[in-house]
Each structure stands twice: as structure tokens, then as C-alpha cells.
């Protein structure tokens, strides 16, 4: 069993559409959650991080943590074409390596 | 920009080649890491450079020889790959590998292909 399970997709939505996408864990250690956001030919880029459980807000941005359901989600608002890309969720515990999930590949379309 | 460059952005090389790829971070950071991304898997982590010492090697093939010579400065040398090395291969740096966040920031990648 893979440690992090995200569905690769693709998924592909009108524009102005709510997004959610999601990452589900198995190692309940897990108290650091990034979702990092990578176009074509570029490397991945910080999008949200948080820490433990929560909501975390930023402009069309929401990322979510459920500890325990061990379930992680990113809501885009109002997606744009410029959303289209892969989106990576990646967690760890405190000082140690991330853990990746396979990425999903999101197209907005005008 | 995030502050790791890359080059060359893109590579192809035979099986019998010797080739480089190196990345710098003007962070400020002291960890370095280089991952390998091939398609519908996960980052894979290959290397770990903390305070420019060696702190992870994943299982990776001595034909990927990493050198950290400062802890802005991280290369990873390829001799006699196989066609299955072909992917994508990221470098990133955080302040710390210790840090309890973690937080890296990751190159544009060499896109690499071995015929």
C-alpha cells in the first residue's frame, strides 16, 4: 500500500468551477501537509502549506486536514486556465523527508 | 523564479556517456536533495546534502554519483545509464534538512533522455 494515495486524474473542468483535490495518508505521524502546484517543464512550487489539522485560506486557495479521517483536499474557487497543471500533495513528520503523492493533472477550460 | 537553477534544462545522452547535471540554490539554504520524477510516480528522493555532508542515499545506482561541494552548489554525475534512467530530475533545498517544517523549494529540472 502506497503511504500517500492521490488520484492522478486527469481532470478537466469549465472555467469559473470549484476544484477539489484530494490526497488520503496511511501514517498518522504525519502533522506537516504541502500541496505544491507544477507546470509543464517547470519544477514543483509551493502552493499552501499546513501544519496538523484545519483550514488554511489563501485567495482562491483553501487547503484542508482531517487528521482523523488521514484525508488532506485543496479547493480552487472560481479556477482559471492558468490553474491548469499537476498539483502534488506532500506531507511529512517534523524534520523528516516529504512524502509525495503521484500528483494529479487538472485542465481548466475557457 | 524560486531561487534553484538548473542546467542543462535538457539532456540526451547515450548509455556509454559521462555527463553532469549541476544545480545552485541562492537561498541561503543548507540542504539539498535531488529527486527523480518519471511519469504517473511519485518524487522519488534520490540524495540528501545537509551542511554539504551526505545524509541519504535511497537505494540509488552508483551509476548517479552525487557532489556537494558547498551547500549552494549540488551536482549529480551520470556514467553508463540505462534507456529507464529517463526522466525528469529535480533538485531542491530547504533550510534545513532537520527543520521541523521541511519546507523545499524545488529547480526547473533536467529533462533528461538516454538512447
Known amino acids: 500500500q502506497k503511504e500517500v494515495e492521490q488520484d492522478p486524474g486527469p481532470l478537466s473542468v469549465p472555467e469559473g468551477a470549484i476544484v477539489s483535490l484530494n490526497c488520503t495518508y496511511s501514517?498518522?505521524?504525519?502533522?506537516?501537509f504541502m500541496w505544491y502546484r507544477q507546470y509543464s517543464r517547470k519544477g514543483p512550487e509551493l502552493l499552501m502549506y499546513?501544519?496538523?489539522?484545519g483550514n488554511k485560506e489563501d485567495g482562491r486557495f483553501t487547503a484542508q486536514v482531517d487528521k482523523s479521517s488521514k484525508y488532506i483536499s485543496l479547493f480552487i474557487r472560481d479556477s482559471q486556465p492558468s490553474d491548469s497543471a499537476t498539483y502534488l500533495c506532500a506531507m511529512s513528520v517534523s524534520g523528516s523527508r516529504l512524502t509525495f503523492g503521484e500528483g494529479t493533472q487538472l485542465t481548466v477550460n475557457p | 523564479e524560486t531561487g534553484v537553477t538548473q542546467t542543462p534544462r535538457h539532456l540526451v545522452m547515450g548509455m556509454t556517456n559521462k555527463k553532469s547535471l549541476k544545480c545552485e540554490q541562492h537561498l541561503g539554504h543548507n540542504a539539498m536533495y535531488w529527486y527523480k520524477q518519471s511519469a504517473k510516480k511519485p518524487l522519488e528522493l534520490m540524495f540528501v546534502?545537509?551542511?554539504?555532508?551526505?545524509?541519504e542515499n535511497n537505494s540509488v545506482p552508483s551509476r548517479f554519483s552525487p557532489e556537494c561541494p558547498n551547500s549552494s552548489h549540488l551536482f549529480l554525475h551520470l556514467h553508463t545509464l540505462q534507456p529507464e534512467d529517463s526522466a525528469l530530475y529535480l533538485c531542491?533545498?530547504?533550510?534545513?534538512?532537520?527543520?521541523?517544517?521541511?519546507?523545499?523549494?524545488f529547480g526547473a529540472g533536467t529533462r533528461l533522455s538516454v538512447l
Open positions: 531542491a533545498s530547504s533550510q534545513d534538512q532537520g527543520a521541523a517544517k521541511n519546507i523545499q523549494y
Open positions: 499546513t501544519y496538523s489539522s
Open positions: 546534502y545537509n551542511f554539504k555532508e551526505q545524509t
Open positions: 501514517n498518522s505521524a504525519f502533522q506537516y
